[in-house]
């Protein structure tokens, strides 16, 4: 097992390695210059230009700058924002918190939901549960994120009233404890809702054909042939095998979702990192760049690792 689990970090800590120098090439070599973007109506003056430059080490060699950057990464510094002269890794603790939020609460509902239906469905297949989900399934898998949110804020927000449109909380009020919690949670159903219909299709999908596939196997024939309770035979062998194709598609949703809820949370200008990305994008914002992706490509092998080692609780066979 400890051989095993070395092997895992190992592989972990490469891959982070690799997408942090990739990333770093490709954000360096894409078109357009933040120091313009900061000088604004001074982009003309050269002298500005050059001290802009040599306070941000952008007037160093690019196997300069990446050296640099590694020295940051290990002692613990992100570097400044280039536009907003903020410490990237403070940046990110603000806008990190809002997107945990949405992932692990969606994907917590979306697992739970998606799972349960597509184990029902496989077990009643062909009936009118099942036609009804499968349809609803493909079609809400279809369904772009970005334009279901916006029906959801026309209907539940726009014609009904019932949720807030957008952000985090009122700015118009000032509100602290029980009160503040309370205002954080009616802004966030609109957008759990959206992620959690989005990934929903996918848990019941993988469950369903899981399932499906496993009920079939020669050995669960023989089990119902020596009089086993259907009951007995589906909590003991069927979920028990069935369950390992829904951790791993647990394993690449919360991959998904920690990178992928830009959309979303630009739809309901929810503070996250993703908003600090579109943004950093269209300014050229390197350190800002470069420091997300850092951090979600850390998050993404954290959470793979975790999925591994619960793939091995249930499968010990995987450890050799």
């Known amino acids: 097992m400890r051989g095993y689990l070395v092997k895992r970090l190992f592989a972990g800590i490469l891959t982070v390695f690799i997408i942090l120098t990739v990333n770093f090439i490709i954000i360096k070599i894409a078109p357009g210059d933040p120091i313009k973007t900061l000088m604004g109506k001074e982009h003309d003056n050269p002298d500005l230009r050059s001290a802009l430059e040599e306070k941000y080490g952008l007037d160093k060699p690019l196997s300069a700058q990446y050296l640099i950057y590694l020295k940051l990464i290990f002692s613990g510094d992100l570097g400044v924002s280039i536009i907003y002269n903020r410490p990237v890794t403070q940046m990110i603790y603000e806008g990190l918190k809002p997107t945990l939020l949405l992932t692990l609460i969606s ?53 009904l009233k019932w949720f807030p449109a957008y952000g985090m909380s009122d700015v118009r009020t000032s509100v602290t404890g029980l009160r503040y919690l309370i205002e954080v949670l009616r802004h966030m159903i609109l957008p759990v809702s959206t992620l959690i219909l989005i990934q929903i299709p996918s848990y019941f999908r993988v469950a369903k054909s899981s399932i499906l596939q496993v009920k079939d196997e020669d050995y669960i024939m023989t ?14 062998y ?26 979303t949370e630009i739809v309901f200008s929810w503070p996250g990192t993703g908003k600090m990305i579109v943004s950093a994008i269209s300014q050229r914002d390197y350190p800002v760049l470069m420091g997300v ?11 793979m690792l975790a999925i591994d080692l619960v793939y091995v609780a249930f499968d010990p066979r995987i450890r050799y």
Do not use: C, H, Q
Not at 223 to 236: C, H, Q
Not at 293 to 303: G, M, N
């Open 293 to 303: 992706y850092l951090v979600a490509s850390v998050l993404v092998a954290i959470v």
């Open 223 to 236: 089990l119902r042939a020596v009089g086993m309770s259907e009951k007995m035979i589906f909590n003991k």
């Open 238 to 263: 069927i979920f028990k095998n069935a369950i390992l194709p829904i951790i791993t598609l647990v394993g690449i949703s919360m991959a998904y979702m920690i990178t992928g809820v830009a959309l």
């Open 107 to 159: 994907t917590t509902f979306a697992l739970l939901i998606g799972t349960s239906f597509g184990i029902i469905a496989a077990r009643k297949e062909g009936s009118l549960f099942d036609v009804v989900f499968s349809g609803l399934a493909y079609l809400f898998n279809a369904t772009p994120s970005f334009w279901l949110g916006l029906m959801l804020i026309i209907l539940f927000a726009s014609k």
